[in-house]
């Protein structure tokens, strides 16, 4: 918190923000202003609902600073080409196209097609660790052409329509901006596209992206065919079967193989480095994935697949994040609610990772004693009554809390039989 205290014009903001990094990591059955508050011993919401509405706050260089201290300690000591900048997307189901950004829309968090929220994530992960250091929220295209809808949400005028890749690339240039330096960058088939590849490439950075099997590449002959055409010239001497990690249920082993291909997205003045594609293949089904790969100088076929496999850390930080630290459990509507939300929620989550890193650092013994590395959410629980406070229980405190929800509840009542009286009335 003190490393954040400049990012607020006075410290009662600052202290609300503490107590309310406090309430996310606390145990609580939900994560909202209200129940925040109560944890936190405040005697209404007014004070957190304030923080994410209308005080002077610069969410902005809040997350910032949160970034860079947990990548700091992310990379501390690791080789520059062992860190790996992972873009990808998370959603969160809405009841009511009235928040900001939300409407019918595909996300693969949801499963298909819901009325959902689509947020564009960072996650920077290294061998000591993993965490999320950026957002951006989606606006869809109808959405952000829509004058009424941005006013009531509060959606500032310099914000334009952009695509998912558009705003990765925006997340990506604003790390490497930080300072923020990684080897690879690594993205799903939404995120292969030429031009975020070829501003990749202009920072000097590889890349390991999933595309499509019909997306077309060049031999080094100059011969062009499909991604899924191009897999059938990997001969059976040319698959190399190889560990990819663990689960509890046994380690997971793939088939992978690599061709040589011609880049297509050099920057121009650059020379064109090492492109190859990356073909994975199931055991069992023989389902092959295709990945672009290129380098500034060679790399073995492990290190590709190293990275491919670290693709999967942001997946797990999502979730983490919605667990731990409250990530989707805003019940915010505006532009500048769901940003504050949001960067509180990966100020806590920042905390808990280099906190993790940090005891996994200090578990010189975990081998002998036959113990998995410390996991964020048992450390959590290990902080909790400690660095993290209880939250307040005391009997005053709670029959306080039951009258002030009840009271504003009876005129939420009112308020809303007041509304269906006039509306059915007839016209005059």
């Not at 410290?11 to 406090?22: A, I, K, Q, W, Y």
């Not at 968090?109 to 009325?115: D, P, Q, R, Y």
């Amino acid at each position: 918190m003190a490393l954040v205290a400049p990012c607020f014009a006075r410290r009662e903001t600052r202290l609300t923000c503490r107590d309310m990094v406090n309430g996310l990591l606390c145990e609580l059955d939900d994560r909202n202003c209200w129940t925040l508050a109560e944890a936190a011993g405040h005697a209404s919401p007014y004070r957190m609902q304030h923080l994410l509405s209308r005080a002077r706050v610069d969410d902005r260089q809040l997350l910032d600073a949160a970034a860079d201290w947990v990548a700091e300690r992310i990379t501390a000591g690791q080789d520059q080409d062992d860190v790996v900048l992972i873009v990808d997307e998370t959603a969160d189901e809405k009841s009511s196209a009235d928040c900001a950004g939300a409407a019918r829309q595909y996300s693969g968090t949801v499963g298909g097609i819901a009325m959902c929220q689509v947020a564009v994530t960072l996650t920077c992960a290294s061998p000591a660790g993993h965490a999320l250091i950026g957002r951006a929220l989606y606006l869809p295209e109808g959405w952000a052409a829509d004058e009424e809808r941005r006013e009531l949400a509060g959606v500032p005028d310099e914000v334009m329509f952009a695509t998912k890749p558009q705003l990765a690339g925006d997340l990506l240039q604003h790390a490497h901006d930080r300072g923020i330096r990684a080897g690879f960058t690594a993205g799903d088939e939404v995120y292969g596209g030429l031009d975020l590849r070829k501003s990749i490439r202009e920072r000097g950075t590889g890349y390991v992206m999933a595309v499509r099997s019909n997306y077309m590449v060049t031999l080094p002959s100059g011969r062009r065919l499909a991604a899924k055409d191009a897999s059938l010239l990997a001969k059976a001497g040319m698959w190399q079967r190889m560990r990819t990690g663990s689960a509890t249920k046994g380690a997971k082993d793939y088939h992978w193989a690599m061709i040589e291909i011609r880049p297509d997205d050099t920057p121009e003045g650059q020379d064109d480095g090492h492109a190859a594609l990356l073909l994975r293949r199931h055991r069992y089904t023989g389902t092959v994935s295709s990945y672009l790969c290129w380098t500034p100088h060679p790399v073995p076929l492990a290190k590709l697949i190293k990275v491919a496999v670290a693709r999967w850390r942001i997946e797990e930080d999502h979730q983490l994040y919605k667990q731990v630290s409250g990530l989707d459990s805003g019940q915010v509507t505006t532009w500048t609610s769901w940003h504050r939300w949001t960067a509180v929620s990966l100020l806590a989550g920042a905390f808990l990772a280099a906190a993790a890193v940090c005891q996994r650092a200090a578990d010189s013994s975990a081998d002998m004693l036959k113990l998995i590395p410390v996991t964020v959410p048992e450390l959590l629980r290990q902080l909790r009554g400690t660095v993290v406070p209880e939250p307040r229980h005391d009997q005053q405190h709670r029959d306080g809390w039951m009258l002030w929800r009840r009271h504003h509840q009876y005129g939420a009542r009112q308020a809303h039989q007041r509304w269906h009286a006039y509306a059915d009335e007839a016209p005059r």
